[in-house]
């Protein structure tokens, strides 16, 4: 199995700029979440779904925007593009089996550089 | 909302040290999971914590979970330079639905 796989690995932008972080998985997972993280810095929460259809807001979602329209796909919309928006993004799947979450699988990350 | 906290938030040790890294959280936890970071890599999973007063072990290193499920610790008896990175706890809420994570503790591991 893949498991979570994000694409591209690096990326620069310049300010202003949008653009598309992907982010499938191939193990029928129902939740995905996107996180960030900045340099020396923890995980930092930007929005979490628990299905298809389905999106809700993390920590720190404003500048971001995200769609589930099937299981294995969990985009990341950045629609104007900022400085503080430099960091490395994570998506990351993981299942439900009644209260207890199992483990959270992470892609590889995207390093983002806006400059 | 829920808060996880983690100290200390770096630690040096001379290899063949022991190293320990706590978990706290603001309210009480469905289970606690525990992710290594390498440098450059994404986090990995490393075990996860359900029951009051659990303690876990994989080789050198010891997991607790604590009997109010509200904190939980790692410990690694005689460090590796193979143990270096970044350790996060990860607090799931009751409802199972969110990870929150801690801020990390970054373990550096001198030859």
């Known amino acids: 199995n893949a498991g979570v796989t994000q694409t591209p690995k690096f990326r620069i932008l310049k300010i202003g700029q949008s653009m598309t972080l992907q982010c499938t998985q191939d193990?029928?997972?129902?939740?995905m979440y996107w996180y960030r993280q900045d340099p020396g810095m923890g995980l930092k929460l930007i929005y979490y779904?628990?299905?298809?259809?389905?999106?809700d807001k993390g920590e720190v979602p404003n500048g971001y925007n995200v769609s589930r329209s099937t299981t294995e796909d969990f985009p990341l919309r950045l629609e104007l593009a900022a400085p503080s928006q430099t960091s490395v993004y994570f998506c990351?799947?993981?299942?439900?089996?009644?209260?207890?979450?199992?483990?959270?699988?992470f892609g590889q990350g995207t390093r983002l550089t806006v400059v | 909302g829920q808060q996880v906290m983690q100290i200390p938030q770096y630690q040096h040790v001379q290899e063949g040290e022991d190293f320990t890294t706590y978990c706290n959280s603001s309210?009480?936890?469905?289970?606690i999971q525990w992710y290594k970071q390498r440098p450059g890599g994404h986090p990995v999973f490393l075990i996860q914590?359900?029951?009051?007063?659990e303690v876990k072990k994989q080789k050198r290193l010891t997991f607790q979970f604590g009997e109010a499920k509200k904190n939980s610790s790692l410990h690694i008896t005689a460090t590796q330079t193979t143990d270096v990175g970044t350790y996060f706890c990860?607090?799931?809420?009751?409802?199972?639905?969110?990870?929150?994570f801690g801020p990390g503790t970054r373990l550096s591991v001198l030859p």
């Open positions: 990351a799947s993981s299942y439900l089996q009644g209260p207890v979450n199992t483990e959270a699988f």
């Open positions: 193990m029928n997972h129902n939740y």
């Open positions: 779904s628990v299905g298809a259809g389905i999106t």
């Open positions: 309210t009480t936890l469905s289970n």
């Open positions: 914590l359900v029951k009051s007063g």
């Open positions: 990860a607090g799931v809420d009751n409802y199972g639905q969110n990870f929150v």
